[in-house]
């Protein structure tokens, strides 16, 4: 059993917000009753010494539900994520795809889900996975099968294919190309950029309908108070509702 299981409602969909406070994040814990992990962005510490007191700090007061965040999918920051996770390892870590291989050798025995971000291609049944520092700069992109991303990540230890910038549905058939194939492998999914409380459902619902047997949905600056910088705790009480009636429907 990995130490993310039980942030899974009813083992198959868990939220990924953020929080700006260990208070916030507290909040928003007890607002998802616990169904949810919190990002904490490496991003946001000068040294990754920093960032690792900081996250434990968290971790003790959620529970354990953190994830560790690059920072806006910044590939800049892969390495430094690589370098937390020896002293660190959260539930679940964001990683760029060519990175994961390097993530998961250096947990050790530590069995920490990471998931691998893959970007939305143009083509549909098709992934781009050139998605690190010096990968995502080159004139030519790796575009490969979904199928094939998926096993790259299974070789290299990987748990789930983070799916970003979606841009909220504006690669709906893109993204229900994914879905078909990671249902098909077995293979856990996070979507992620421009979801918000309005296409919320309709991600999540096509997702499951698909048969994704775990969905991690990432909603992140939509439901923050722009004055105050915290997620609102009303937003996370309604996007756990809307999850509780999609898993009841298709579990």
Not at 34 to 59: C, F, P, R
Not at 88 to 103: K, L
Not at 105 to 122: D, F, M, R, T, Y
Not at 165 to 176: C, N, S, T, V, Y
Request: hydrophobic letters at 40%.
């Amino acid at each position: 059993m990995k130490k993310i299981d039980k942030f899974f409602y009813k083992d198959r969909v868990a939220l990924n917000v953020l929080a700006n406070s260990i208070e916030n994040a507290k909040e928003v814990y007890e607002a998802g009753e616990g169904k949810v992990l919190i990002g904490v962005l490496s991003k946001n510490y000068d040294t990754v010494e920093e960032a690792v007191t900081a996250m434990e700090k968290y971790d003790e007061a959620i529970h354990g539900a953190v994830s560790i965040g690059l920072g806006a999918g910044d590939n800049r920051q892969a390495a430094v994520v690589e370098n937390i996770v020896k002293s660190y390892e959260g539930s679940h870590i964001n990683q760029v795809f060519p990175s994961v291989g390097a993530t998961r050798a250096n947990q050790g025995e530590k069995e920490s889900w990471i998931n691998a971000l893959v970007s939305p291609s143009g083509k549909v049944g098709y992934v781009t996975i050139s998605t690190g520092p010096l990968s995502s700069n080159v004139g030519e992109q790796a575009v490969v099968p979904i199928e094939s991303a998926i096993a790259l990540v299974k070789d290299m230890g990987g748990h789930a294919l983070k799916f970003f910038p979606m841009k909220g549905l504006a690669h709906q058939e893109e993204f229900r190309a994914v879905t078909k194939a990671c249902a098909e492998a077995d293979f856990a999914l996070e979507p992620t950029g421009g979801i918000d409380l309005n296409n919320f459902e309709e991600i999540l619902t096509i997702a499951l309908e698909a048969g994704v047997p775990k969905v991690i949905p990432h909603v992140y600056s939509s439901i923050i108070d722009k004055e105050t910088g915290k997620t609102n705790i009303e937003d996370v009480k309604k996007l756990l509702d809307v999850t509780k009636q999609l898993v009841s429907k298709y579990a």
